[in-house]
C-alpha cells in the first residue's frame, strides 16, 4: 500500500521561503516521476511542478525561478523548496506519484503579513 505523508508548511511572511518535504511508503520511487501540486481554496487542484526518474524538472510557470523541486532516491522522498513566496502561493500542498491515484493527506502553507 502506497503511502505518501507532507510535511513542512506553515505561516510565512510574503517573500520568505519554506521546505516541504514527502516521505513516501509502500513504493520505491527511484523509476517513477515524483509531483508536487496545490490547492487553494475555492479552487480546483493544480500541479506545481514534477520530477523525473533522472531529475528532469518541470514547473508552472507561476513558480518557475521561485521553486525548486528535487528527490533523494535513497532515502524514497522528495523535496519543494520555496522561496521568495506570495499571498497567492497559498494553498494545501499535496505530493504524489505521477502514475498512482494515491494521494497524502497534504500540509498547509500560508504566506501572510
Known amino acids: 500500500q502506497v503511502q505518501l505523508v507532507e510535511s513542512g508548511g506553515g505561516l510565512v511572511q510574503p517573500g520568505g521561503s519554506l521546505r516541504l518535504s514527502c516521505a513516501v511508503s509502500?513504493?520505491?520511487?527511484?523509476?517513477?516521476?515524483m509531483a508536487w501540486y496545490r490547492q487553494a481554496p475555492g479552487e480546483q487542484r493544480e500541479w506545481v511542478a514534477t520530477v523525473y526518474p533522472g531529475s528532469t524538472t518541470s514547473y508552472v510557470d507561476s513558480v518557475k525561478g521561485r521553486f525548486t523541486i528535487s528527490r533523494d532516491n535513497a532515502k524514497n522522498m522528495i523535496a519543494l523548496q520555496m522561496n521568495s513566496l506570495k499571498p497567492e502561493d497559498t494553498a494545501v500542498y499535496y505530493c504524489k506519484i505521477s502514475s498512482s491515484p494515491n494521494w497524502g493527506q497534504g500540509t498547509q502553507v500560508t504566506v501572510s503579513s
Open positions: 509502500g513504493r520505491i520511487i527511484s523509476a517513477y516521476s
